[in-house]
Nanobody, 129 residues
Framework: QVQLVESGGGSVQAGGSLRLSCAGY????????MGWFRQAPGNKDREGVATIYTSGGRTYYADSVKGRFTISRDNAKNTLYLQMNSLKPEDTAMYYC?????????????????????WGQGTQVTVSS
């Protein structure tokens, strides 16, 4: 069993920054990829924002956040982070932490929600203009 718990969401003005955290509990050694996904209000889709290969550290970003968001992981603490800078109103969404035990994900697959097996409960990020 794996449990993922997000924290760090909140409200911020455009141009501001937030850092999200995701603590992992349980059999986290089974996880090969971890990532952040978001679901905007009224949107049925959950968009892949940033993901990381837990062993090699390779990262993948959605084009909409490249250069503004940074994903990182502290393996000793079993914690995943998402540093979000230069936030825009369109970044407003519920942000979810996710983990996958898949192997060999690349590019678009690594950002695909259907490749992920474990999900946190989400943390809200609201960016005002």
């Amino acid at each position: 069993q794996v449990q993922l718990v997000e924290s760090g969401g909140g409200s911020v003005q455009a141009g501001g920054s937030l850092r999200l955290s995701c603590a992992g509990y349980g059999y986290t050694s089974s996880i090969t990829y971890m990532g952040w996904f978001r679901q905007a209000p009224g949107n049925k889709d959950r968009e892949g924002v940033a993901t990381i290969y837990t062993s090699g550290g390779r990262t993948y970003y959605a084009d909409s956040v490249k250069g503004r968001f940074t994903i990182s992981r502290d393996n000793a603490k079993n914690t995943l982070y998402l540093q979000m800078n230069s936030l825009k109103p369109e970044d407003t969404a519920m942000y979810y932490c996710a983990g996958s035990y898949r192997l060999g994900l690349t590019g678009g697959d690594a950002l695909g929600r259907h490749e992920y097996n474990y999900w946190g409960q989400g943390t809200q990020v609201t960016v005002s203009s």
